[in-house]
Each structure stands twice: as C-alpha cells, then as structure tokens.
C-alpha cells in the first residue's frame, strides 16, 4: 500500500449504529486529518493530530470521536449520528516542518445515514 | 485568519481550449499556495504548490499557475484542456509559521469539458 488509504470506501449506517472509520498513511508522516465534504458546502475540518495529539477540534459534535493510536493510524468513531452527517469523509496526512507542508489526501469513505 | 475565495464555481470550456481558474486569498504574510483536483467520488491530488521563489509554478498535468502577491492571487492555467481534466480544483492557503499545518481550502471550481 502507497499513500493514504482509507476504509470502508462506502458505509450505510442507521442512526443507532455504531461504526469507524479508518486512515492509515504510508508517508512517514506527522500530522493527520480529518475532513468533511458535503455538497455544495466547502471542505470542512473536523480535527487534526500532530504527533498523535490532538490539535484541533472545530466545534465538531460528540457524536464523532477521533482515535489516533500511532503516526499511522487514524480512526473516526461514529454513533448516533443524524442524515447531515451523510457525506463523504476524507482523511489527509501532512509532514509539519517549517511550515506549508502540503497535505496528501486518501480516497475518503461516502457516509450514507439513514 | 486566512480565507481562499473562488469566484467561480462552475466553468465549462471546450476540448483544447485554455483554461484559467481563479484563486484570490487573504493571508498577512507571504502565504504557502496549494491547488488540488477531485475527481468524482475521490479523495484530493495536489496540482501544484508555491512556497517561495519564481513566482510561476508548474505543475502536473500541463498545469501551471501564477503567484501575484499585488493581487493576491494565486490564478491556474492550462493552455489546452483534456476531456479528462473534467473535476473539480481546489485551491487552499497554508500558513508559513514554524510548525503550522492546517490549509484553508476554497470552496471549488467544477470544471466541465465539452467534446
């Protein structure tokens, strides 16, 4: 595997359930991101970890709780979540420098809530 | 704070015609400048990028772009467009302080080919 990759590509989930997403990144970097992309609206961050902390957390709801275990890997729980949340999420690693580094971005998961 | 603004959101040209897809941003310093390309259903490709130096940046694909710090705009081009560059760019400033790592991306161009 190269790049970014990310798991499931397609999910359908009932709002009672619970599932994850997964990232994992085969760049050697340190920094990790989730997006979220929903039509007609621009990108939107959800969080991001660097050297696995979190950094940033834009006022996302609680019913979406990243976990990043390591540099590699990158999770986003997901439970209870209403049809807005349908969208397709997509996870970006980045190496921090000196600053600017460029982001590279996995295929992203197309969330359906029903 | 910085912000990205993409005047338009839909362009359609014809097969072989130039393209040029605008980008203005608002940032205090000298920014670091990124355009990305999605296909349907895909994730982001980086384009092409500026951190510093020569102010035109080429890129792949036959695209280039053009770093204007007066206009602030960071505008791509293409001199002859492909049935396959149909998709949607992207362009995002990044912040170029020690340690930064978050881009703010615009909101999208969609770009149609006629044959």
């Known amino acids: 595997e190269t790049g970014v990759t990310q798991t499931p590509r397609h999910l359908v989930m009932g709002m009672t359930n619970k599932k994850s997403l997964k990232c994992e990144q085969h760049?050697?970097?340190?920094?990790m991101y989730w997006y979220k992309q929903s039509a007609k609206k621009p990108l939107e961050l959800m969080f991001v970890y660097s050297l696995e902390e979190r950094v940033e957390n834009n006022s996302v709801p609680s019913r979406f709780s990243p976990e990043c275990p390591n540099s590699s890997h990158l999770f986003l729980h997901l439970h209870t979540l209403q049809p807005e949340d349908s969208a397709l999420y997509l996870c970006?690693?980045?190496?921090?420098?000196?600053?600017?580094?460029?982001?590279?971005f996995g295929p992203g998961t197309r969330l359906t809530v029903l | 704070a910085q912000s990205v603004t993409q005047p338009d959101i839909h362009i359609t040209v014809s097969e072989g015609a130039s393209l040029e897809l605008r980008c203005n941003y608002s940032y205090g310093a000298t920014p670091y400048l990124f355009w990305y390309v999605q296909s349907p259903g895909q994730g982001l490709q980086l384009l092409l990028k500026?951190?510093?130096?020569?102010?035109l940046v080429q890129g792949i694909k036959g695209f280039e772009a053009e770093f204007k710090r007066s206009q602030s705009s960071f505008n791509l081009r293409k001199p002859s467009v492909h049935w396959s560059d149909a998709a949607e760019y992207f362009c995002a400033v990044g912040e170029s302080g020690a340690g930064s790592y978050q881009l703010t991306f615009g909101k999208g161009t969609k770009l149609s080919v006629i044959p």
């Open positions: 760049l050697g970097h340190n920094a």
């Open positions: 500026y951190f510093s130096g020569d102010t």
């Open positions: 970006a690693s980045s190496q921090v420098t000196a600053g600017g580094g460029e982001q590279f």
